[in-house]
């Protein structure tokens, strides 16, 4: 027979946001468990394609509290790396970590929160939901998509160029899982870059430090109320990682626009071109994943909560972190959690006292 437990708060995922956020609980004191449905640490990052690396060199890629070591070799870390890195920072901070716990569903109950897992529930004041968006890939929809005969994969299931060598691949995608997934495989394969628009790569010296830099001024400017400021996106879409560079610089990297419809033996264009393909990843994004949330009702129309800051708007004692711009600029980022991490277990001791 389960027991269920309390605790203060309950931190929902593993990875690097939960982890940001139980170093600055535990800093004040606060009693808190960190529920990971992974059976090891590192988050999604041992995930990750084998090649994949870092936007920033490992110094501004790093946790609040320990700068990430530098990689050998590696101006900027791969995901190994990472993995590593938040392993050595979970166990040098003794942080409160179960796992594998996989949460069910988030309820009110009471003055609390009751977190059902698979492993019996925890009852707490407060939930900083922290689960990432990788384990919710999106695609989109196009005619024929059940119709291609061959083998259709996401960014999640992408791992290294041997598995697909000799085989006419198409990636979709024109941000940066696309362009350096597409680089991975420019020598191996035959190899057609799709992109919805002509991809835009920023200038070779800008990394995630002006990345994190220019989000973090446009957050202020707008909670200022100053509109006339640039995001990110003003830049361009793909950073020039070595790998991506060195594809770009030797005419690998030329995008096609995007098909309009799959055929069982490939794709086509509007204009009647066609292309055949053995295999298609799609390098399209993913969305938060919050199905364990489903139990508060907090989803607007378009299937958004609303926060303000990190708190749900509706819920005062669900913090929603490291989903992206609208919980925190580039919180989504190893560099970017820490300051919307601090400021949400700030809140949480204003709301336990």
Known sequence: MTVDRRTQVVIVGGGQ??????????????????LDAQPTPGGAWQHAWDSLRLFSPAAFSSLPGRFMPPQPGNEYPDAQHVVAYLTDYE??????????????????????????TDSGNWRARAVISATGIWWRPFLPFL????????????TAGYRRPQDFAGRRVIVV?????????????????????????PPRFLADDIDGRTLFDVATARRRALDEGRTDTRGVASLGDIVAV??????????????????????PGGVEWSDGTRAE????????????????????????????IATLGTRA??????HLLGY?????????????????????????VGLLS
Not at 17 to 22: D, E, P, Q, R, T
Not at 182 to 189: I, K, P, W
């Open 17 to 34: 946001s939960a982890l940001a956020a139980g170093y600055h609980l535990r800093r004040l004191g606060v009693e808190f468990v960190i």
């Open 277 to 304: 393909a053995d295999t298609i990843i799609w390098c399209t994004g993913f969305r938060p994943a919050l199905a364990h949330l489903a139990p508060l009702q907090l989803r607007g129309r378009r299937g958004h």
């Open 91 to 116: 166990k040098r901070y003794h942080l409160p970590v179960e796992r594998p716990v996989r949460v069910r569903g988030v309820h009110r109950d009471g003055r609390l929160l009751r977190v059902e």
């Open 143 to 154: 005619p024929g998509l059940a119709d291609f005969g061959g083998q259709q994969l996401h």
């Open 313 to 318: 708007a509706d819920e005062p004692r669900l």
């Open 324 to 348: 992206g711009d609208w919980t925190g600029p580039a919180s989504a980022t190893l560099i970017g959690v820490g300051r919307p991490a601090r400021e949400t277990a700030h809140e949480i």
């Open 173 to 197: 995608g024109g941000g940066n899982s696309g362009a350096q997934i597409a680089a991975n495989l420019a020598h191996d394969t035959q190899l057609t870059w799709v992109t919805q628009r």
């Open 242 to 263: 070595p790998p991506v560079r060195a594809a770009r610089d030797h005419g690998l990297l030329k995008a096609a626009p995007m098909f309009t419809r799959l055929l």
